[in-house]
T-cell receptor
Framework: GENVEQHPSTLSVQEGDSAVIKCTYS??????FPWYKQELGKRPQLIID?????GEKKDQRIAVTLNKTAKHFSLHITETQPEDSAVYFC?????????FGPGTRLSVLP | DAEITQSPRHKITETGRQVTLACHQT?????MFWYRQDLGHGLRLIHY???????NKGEVSDGYSVSRSNTEDLPLTLESAASSQTSVYFC????????????????FGPGTRLTVL
């Protein structure tokens, strides 16, 4: 079955700096890779996603890149702001299901 | 507006008791999922359903059961609660054929915090 690894587990950046979170997956059949943001005490919410036929996707300050050959994908957040502080989860599709990474706790320091 | 809800939001129970967590969605999604969230483990799939009367075991299904008698609801039952089942439980739904939303996006409910003493 699918296995998703995510690094780092915690990340602290200064406000205005960039943050990068990396994930790897094992099943070459995975074709959809969403990223979810979970604020403290809240539900996970989709922030960006990418399909396997696309190498990069950008939405304002966030972007995701995908390397199918290496089976890894990354989340990039530029010009970080305090409201970006949260836990971020990557996921890889497994049929109609998702396998989630263990999460990255991002702290944006003022 | 369409939504997904869970009840109760918080539950404290004793070891050995049967507990049922409710999940209700009004998007008419075919797919519904139950996850548990524990520190360091992310979201782990317990059970899932692709439609009425369809149920499947996920990665951590031992001690849990689900039933799907209609499109809107997927209740999760802990047959005999154990302390190891203390966790936050999230229900989610998706339908790749639904208008709007991202491809195969899963929409999460607000979660239920369950404590087994």
């Amino acid at each position: 079955g699918e296995n998703v690894e995510q690094h780092p587990s915690t990340l602290s950046v200064q406000e205005g700096d960039s943050a990068v979170i990396k994930c790897t997956y094992s099943d070459s059949a995975s074709n959809y890779f969403p990223w979810y943001k979970q604020e403290l005490g809240k539900r996970p919410q989709l922030i960006i996603d990418i399909r396997s036929n696309v190498g990069e996707k950008k939405d304002q300050r966030i972007a995701v890149t995908l390397n199918k050959t290496a089976k890894h994908f990354s989340l990039h957040i530029t010009e970080t702001q305090p409201e970006d502080s949260a836990v971020y989860f990557c996921a890889a599709s497994y049929g109609q299901n998702f396998v989630f990474g263990p999460g990255t706790r991002l702290s944006v320091l003022p | 507006d369409a939504e997904i809800t869970q009840s109760p939001r918080h539950k404290i129970t004793e070891t050995g008791r049967q507990v049922t967590l409710a999940c209700h969605q009004t998007w008419n999604h075919n797919n519904m999922f139950w996850y548990r969230q524990d520190l360091g483990h992310g979201l782990r799939l317990i059970h899932y359903s692709y439609g009425v009367h369809d149920t499947n075991k996920g990665e951590v299904s031992d001690g849990y059961s689900v039933s799907r008698s209609n499109t809107e609801d997927l209740p999760l039952t802990l047959e005999s609660a154990a302390s190891s089942q203390t966790s936050v439980y999230f229900c989610a739904s998706s339908d790749p054929n639904s208008a709007g939303g991202s491809y195969n996006e899963q929409f999460f409910g607000p979660g239920t915090r369950l404590t087994v003493l």
